[in-house]
């Protein structure tokens, strides 16, 4: 099982990575996000590491990474079905389940390393602004390791599964629906939280824990999958 896995994981990295002109629109979005973020941290008056960077990062990494991810599961997933070459999968023994979670390793891997190629830029142009070496809080650390990817994965997770068993039409407008959807409830989520609130590290454990939850209804959404639906999708 995990072998197969893997292997389409494998697959899929190597096709993104490839795909150059993909990359470098990825890793764009992923360098401006960064630079930007560091002059609005000084403009809204944030500063230190309690606050200032640690309210911008608790947000920032689950946007931008789910952002790179959208870009990054159009590729994976639609891509395969415009081709037809996703039938060659479906013809194999693995079943839905791990092709879809193959795929979702797949772009989460790379979505999630330039989500963390722009929060380091973020942090340092930061500091350079505000003239002083910015260390985020070892909650905000844990975050960035932990909620962010498993984070990605959902957002990647839902898009996949809606990709593939939906038609091209359908998907257009669902996906752009889905991914706002999520932007929205993060925004919503750093509102309830106020302007001046630091992660503590009981914080950062519901937070985790609800993620998780997240990401295993997600996986139970995938049993709503079989290859014979896929197919009749493909155009």
């Known amino acids: 099982m995990m072998n197969g896995i893997f292997v389409i994981a494998k697959k899929e990295i190597r096709q993104l990575t490839h795909n150059t002109q993909l990359m470098v629109s990825a890793l764009a979005m992923a360098l401006i996000f960064g630079a930007i973020s560091g002059p609005a941290l000084t403009a809204t008056g944030g500063t230190g590491t309690s606050i200032g960077i640690d309210t911008l990062l608790f947000t920032f990494g689950l946007m931008i990474g789910l952002l790179i991810g959208y870009i990054l599961s159009g590729q994976t997933f639609l891509r395969e079905k415009q081709d037809g070459t996703i039938e060659t999968l479906l013809a194999g023994p693995l079943p839905v389940k791990e092709i879809w979670l193959g795929k979702v390793i797949g772009v989460l891997i790379p979505a999630y390393v330039l989500t963390l190629?722009?929060?380091?830029?973020?942090?340092?142009?930061?500091?350079?602004?505000?003239?002083?070496v910015l260390i985020p809080s070892g909650p905000i650390i844990l975050h960035l390791v932990t909620v962010v990817p498993a984070f990605i994965a959902c957002g990647v997770g839902v898009l996949g599964f809606i990709q593939l068993l939906l038609g091209m039409r359908e998907n257009q407008i669902i996906n752009i629906a889905v991914i706002f959807g999520l932007i929205f409830l993060i925004s919503f989520s750093r509102e309830l939280l106020g302007p001046g609130f630091t992660m503590s590290w009981a914080g950062e454990g519901v937070i985790l824990a609800l993620t998780v939850a997240l990401l295993l209804v997600v996986n139970v959404m995938t049993r709503f999958l079989d290859k014979e639906r896929i197919v009749r999708t493909i155009p």
């Open 117 to 132: 190629v722009s929060t380091v830029l973020m942090i340092i142009v930061s500091g350079f602004l505000q003239g002083e």
